[in-house]
């Protein structure tokens, strides 16, 4: 966004709903589509107009785009709500293995699955790779490594900012809203990028606001989604709540 043009966009990054694992790129839980359902209801009891919802490209994120759009129609009188696109800007960090693009995942056997060629062994002699599948914290051990093989969590944090900032270009309403459904690893790297606070996984549906003014600046906050009943802090399993 140019200094003297664009216009204010209120950008409001939301961690995805529950899965069972993370192993491979799975759909939601029934307790995730509930959390998700829940959140889009919560924004239009609100009265908040959503220019446009985005998510990432995997079976979770899409899933609860899914869900809260879903969820946010079902109120009565709820603003009118395009439907939920995917947003580029939003994937998990870049990593590379052998030539492919892998996610940060539990376990040698699920990292290599994801890279034709590489073997579990292949993953445990990597020295990035090997150490990620025996960190206690996963996410955590990609956000303080220095020189990653892809994405560090700088690039990470800067590529989510420059998305947020494009987002004032062209025609539509100053001060609109867009909520964007991603990963915890992104999170973490945004919060990390703005505060240099390392922090754990937000819970789900939880995450930040972003709001890009017309000069460029960009204002940092937390933002945490009322789901009533249904538990947003719930998680899966030891080991499975990192991205």
Known sequence: MSPKGGRTVRVIL????????????????????????????????????????????????????????????????????????????????????????????????????????ISPEDVVSSPFFGKLISAEERVGYWLEHPNPPGEDAHAVAWRVVSFVRSLGDGAGRAGATVVAITHSPVLRAVRLGFENVYTREPPFLHGFSLIAGRTGDITFSLFETDTGDIPATSKPGPGLEES
């Open 14 to 117: 939301l961690r995805h709903g529950q899965v069972a694992h993370h192993r491979s790129d799975v759909g939601l839980t029934d307790l995730g589509v509930a959390q998700s359902e829940a959140a889009g209801r919560w924004f239009a009891e609100q009265g908040v107009e959503i220019e446009c919802l985005l998510s990432g490209e995997t079976a979770r994120t899409l899933d609860t785009a899914t869900a809260f759009a879903a969820g946010y129609r079902g109120v009565a009188g709820s603003p009118e709500l395009p439907e939920p696109v995917v947003g580029f800007a939003l994937r998990n960090p870049d990593l590379y293995l052998g030539g492919h693009r892998v996610n940060i995942a539990e376990g040698a056997e699920a990292i290599a699955a994801q890279a034709p060629g």
